[in-house]
């Protein structure tokens, strides 16, 4: 668990730091004086439609590495092992195939949004140079994430590609950058480059087997292989579609759309900065929990399971209440456009659905690399027929509040799924006793410090409510003994301030 702890942690100081940056990016995006609402809901109408395209283009073959590196690792010898050269042929092939479907459904594309997101239209195309770009590192992850170098490709997507994005913003504000357009076509290369990084620095740390020979492993293994890949890349693709059909589902079906979607997209930045903690602890717990159902060592999933769940929960309710009670000053207080005011109850509903789904902690890696992986096909298809009508009809009903709404609902019913199932097939679940403290705790101190700062604004109410609440919940945790790596992570620290 220690080396899950430390590379978790720094894998979370790395993508806080780019959050940082992100947040920085989305002030300028959301300023009254540099872009319009509509160019900033673009520019998140073609994160949302990249990721779908990534999802669909990529064939599975992250899901293939994650599964079955132990076994090449155990069985092959390294200059032999030809997993990555299978995963990057089965995004090429992915990658082509979708491009050409792409402009088959490019009149149907049209005629859904040309009415309501006419600059969605304009720039399409463009979309393709992001996806690929995307796709190539997503693949790298995967395999730097086996080869224990989850830091530094959290580094190249959290930290370095939103520093790249913020060079764009500010070289378009100074001029450097001459028009919108000139943006989003440098913009639509953003990916590939932390792609080439990637690669390169693999490369260059000896980790980039690409031999041109079928193993005798994969023959071996192709039926199970392809059984197992394809119903991950199924269930996968499904829960994508579900995560991102709020923002493509905006611009096709309510007036001002793509202003609407910036309003919406604000507030769905700001409940995704709760889930950076997820990330970190992802990429550190796939080789483990891997190993550990290749051993069938029961304790240690339980284990990983539940210190997931409520590390991941702490994190999550502790910005989330640090956010809600600075939402709205700090609106007014940087000067954004005042139509992001009305983003503020989408923010708290899609903050709660964030919470829900990090602190069931990571059942979706456990049952992906479970002997039951089928499981994730059948729980993205529960939660797709239950997003996709709620969202459509509630957006239609209520607009983005409705949106929300539909995501807070059908990602409850998602991961109770999930829960139920570890529960009645292996005895994991991901609660303790901590869990509803942690509630009580995060509850008492957001609602007292709302209410000794609520009649006031500016940086000083800002910074003083900020400072109050962080003490606060820091006290609140480390008293109440809510994570048993609080102790160590603590010690650690007061080691290396007594060396320096």
Same mark, same amino acid.
């Given at each position: 668990m220690s080396s899950i702890r430390k590379q978790s942690i720094l894998s979370t100081l790395v993508i806080y730091g780019g959050f940082g940056i992100g947040l920085l990016n989305t002030y300028l995006f959301t300023r009254k004086d540099f872009f319009t609402q509509e160019e900033f809901g673009l520019y998140n109408a073609f994160i949302a439609i990249t990721l779908l395209l990534v999802a669909i283009g990529n064939l599975g073959a992250p899901y293939f590495i994650y599964k079955f590196f132990p076994y090449y690792r155990d069985r092959t010898t390294p200059g032999k092992n030809d997993q990555l050269t299978i995963a990057f042929i089965l995004g090429m092939a992915g990658f082509v195939l979708l491009f050409f479907a792409g402009q088959l459904i490019e009149p149907l594309i049209i005629r859904k949004y040309a009415t309501n997101s006419p600059l969605l239209i304009q720039y399409f195309n463009w979309i393709y140079a992001l996806a690929g770009g995307l796709l190539l590192f997503n693949i790298l992850e995967a395999w730097g994430w086996q080869q224990k170098e989850s830091v530094i490709s959290n580094f190249l997507k959290e930290g370095f590609w939103r520093l790249l994005v913020l060079l764009l913003i500010i070289f378009f504000i100074k001029g450097w950058i001459s028009s919108f357009t000139q943006f989003v076509k440098l913009f639509s290369f953003s990916y590939l480059i932390i792609g080439l990084l990637l690669f390169i620095y693999l490369y260059r740390q000896q980790k980039i087997p690409l031999p041109l020979q079928v193993s005798t492993l994969t023959i071996r293994l192709k039926r199970p292989l392809f059984n197992y890949t394809s119903f991950t890349y199924a269930g996968t693709l499904i829960f994508v579609v579900a995560q991102v059909f709020d923002s493509i589902l905006i611009p096709s079906v309510l007036e001002n759309a793509l202003a609407q979607l910036a309003i919406y997209s604000l507030a769905q930045n700001m409940a995704s900065m709760l889930q950076a903690p997820q990330r970190g602890m992802i990429a550190a717990a796939m080789e483990p929990l891997t190993s550990a159902w290749k051993q069938k060592d029961q304790q240690t999933l339980q284990r990983i399971y539940q210190r997931s769940s409520i590390n991941l929960f702490l994190f999550g309710v502790c910005f989330f209440g640090l956010f809600a009670i600075?939402?709205?000053?700090?609106?007014?207080?940087?000067?954004?456009?005042?139509?992001? =005011?009305?983003? @503020?109850?989408?923010?708290? #509903?899609?903050? /709660?659905?964030?919470? !829900?789904?990090?602190?069931? *902690? &990571?059942?979706?890696?456990?049952?992906?690399?479970?002997?039951?992986?089928?499981?994730?096909?059948?729980?993205?298809?529960?939660?797709?027929?239950?997003?996709?009508?709620?969202?459509?009809?509630?957006?239609?009903?209520?607009?983005?509040?409705?949106?929300?709404?539909?995501?807070?609902?059908?990602?409850?019913?998602?991961?109770?799924?999930?829960?139920?199932?570890?529960?009645?097939?292996?005895? =994991?679940?991901? @609660?303790?006793?901590?869990? #509803?403290?942690? /509630?009580?705790?995060? !509850?008492?101190?957001?609602? *007292? &410090?709302?209410?000794?700062?609520?009649?006031?604004?500016?940086?000083?109410?800002?910074?003083?409510?900020?400072?109050?609440?962080?003490?606060?919940?820091?006290?609140?945790?480390?008293?109440l003994k809510l994570t048993p790596d609080i102790k160590p992570v603590l010690q650690s620290i007061k080691k290396r301030l007594i060396k320096s």
């Amino acid at each position: 668990m220690s080396s899950i702890r430390k590379q978790s942690i720094l894998s979370t100081l790395v993508i806080y730091g780019g959050f940082g940056i992100g947040l920085l990016n989305t002030y300028l995006f959301t300023r009254k004086d540099f872009f319009t609402q509509e160019e900033f809901g673009l520019y998140n109408a073609f994160i949302a439609i990249t990721l779908l395209l990534v999802a669909i283009g990529n064939l599975g073959a992250p899901y293939f590495i994650y599964k079955f590196f132990p076994y090449y690792r155990d069985r092959t010898t390294p200059g032999k092992n030809d997993q990555l050269t299978i995963a990057f042929i089965l995004g090429m092939a992915g990658f082509v195939l979708l491009f050409f479907a792409g402009q088959l459904i490019e009149p149907l594309i049209i005629r859904k949004y040309a009415t309501n997101s006419p600059l969605l239209i304009q720039y399409f195309n463009w979309i393709y140079a992001l996806a690929g770009g995307l796709l190539l590192f997503n693949i790298l992850e995967a395999w730097g994430w086996q080869q224990k170098e989850s830091v530094i490709s959290n580094f190249l997507k959290e930290g370095f590609w939103r520093l790249l994005v913020l060079l764009l913003i500010i070289f378009f504000i100074k001029g450097w950058i001459s028009s919108f357009t000139q943006f989003v076509k440098l913009f639509s290369f953003s990916y590939l480059i932390i792609g080439l990084l990637l690669f390169i620095y693999l490369y260059r740390q000896q980790k980039i087997p690409l031999p041109l020979q079928v193993s005798t492993l994969t023959i071996r293994l192709k039926r199970p292989l392809f059984n197992y890949t394809s119903f991950t890349y199924a269930g996968t693709l499904i829960f994508v579609v579900a995560q991102v059909f709020d923002s493509i589902l905006i611009p096709s079906v309510l007036e001002n759309a793509l202003a609407q979607l910036a309003i919406y997209s604000l507030a769905q930045n700001m409940a995704s900065m709760l889930q950076a903690p997820q990330r970190g602890m992802i990429a550190a717990a796939m080789e483990p929990l891997t190993s550990a159902w290749k051993q069938k060592d029961q304790q240690t999933l339980q284990r990983i399971y539940q210190r997931s769940s409520i590390n991941l929960f702490l994190f999550g309710v502790c910005f989330f209440g640090l956010f809600a009670i600075n939402y709205q000053d700090a609106i007014i207080t940087l000067q954004l456009k005042p139509a992001f =005011l009305s983003g @503020f109850t989408v923010f708290l #509903l899609l903050g /709660i659905t964030r919470l !829900i789904d990090m602190g069931t *902690g &990571i059942n979706s890696q456990l049952i992906v690399t479970s002997p039951r992986w089928r499981f994730e096909f059948i729980s993205g298809v529960i939660l797709l027929l239950s997003m996709l009508p709620l969202s459509y009809f509630l957006t239609k009903s209520y607009g983005i509040v409705g949106t929300a709404i539909a995501q807070l609902i059908s990602i409850s019913i998602y991961n109770c799924a999930r829960v139920l199932f570890l529960w009645l097939t292996f005895k =994991l679940q991901p @609660f303790s006793y901590a869990t #509803l403290k942690a /509630i009580l705790l995060f !509850i008492f101190i957001s609602v *007292g &410090i709302h209410l000794i700062f609520k009649d006031q604004q500016g940086w000083l109410s800002l910074f003083g409510r900020s400072a109050l609440y962080l003490a606060s919940a820091s006290i609140g945790v480390i008293y109440l003994k809510l994570t048993p790596d609080i102790k160590p992570v603590l010690q650690s620290i007061k080691k290396r301030l007594i060396k320096s």
